[in-house]
């Protein structure tokens, strides 16, 4: 079973950049999908983004689309969420998490495995 643990998140002002990592534990990271989502208070979680086993496909939900990027290093066993032009309405606890199935979905009930998540701030 994968384990992942989220870092970079933080404080920004609007407009700025964050670069969101996932560790993942075990050797099967190169053989899973993987995802961001992520939490604002009182709202339920959200799907934002997912890439291929490879890194050759992503999907992203329209209201991140041009803004962010998710990337992959297998060798790192890491997947990255490159953060620009960030909007108050970006806050929330970013989760990253594994993909239940090999296609990519935008339904954050084909994840499993989330990590414990890490705060995304930006203010206005």
């Known amino acids: 079973q994968v384990q992942l643990v989220e870092s970079g998140g933080g404080l920004v002002q609007a407009g700025g950049s964050l670069r969101l990592s996932c560790a993942a534990s075990g050797r099967t990271f190169s053989s899973i999908t993987m995802g961001w989502a992520r939490q604002a208070p009182g709202k339920e979680r959200e799907f934002v983004a997912a890439?291929?086993?490879?890194?050759?496909?992503?999907t992203y939900a329209d209201s991140v689309k041009g803004r962010f990027t998710i990337s992959r290093d297998n060798a790192k066993n890491t997947v990255y969420l490159q953060m620009n032009s960030l909007k108050p309405e970006d806050t929330a606890v970013y989760y990253c998490?594994?993909?239940?199935?090999?296609?990519?979905?935008?339904?954050?009930?084909?994840?499993?495995?989330w990590g414990q998540g890490t705060q995304v701030t930006v203010s206005s």
């Open positions: 890439i291929t086993r490879s890194g050759g496909s992503t």
């Open positions: 998490a594994k993909g239940s199935y090999y296609y990519l979905s935008r339904s954050v009930h084909e994840y499993d495995s």
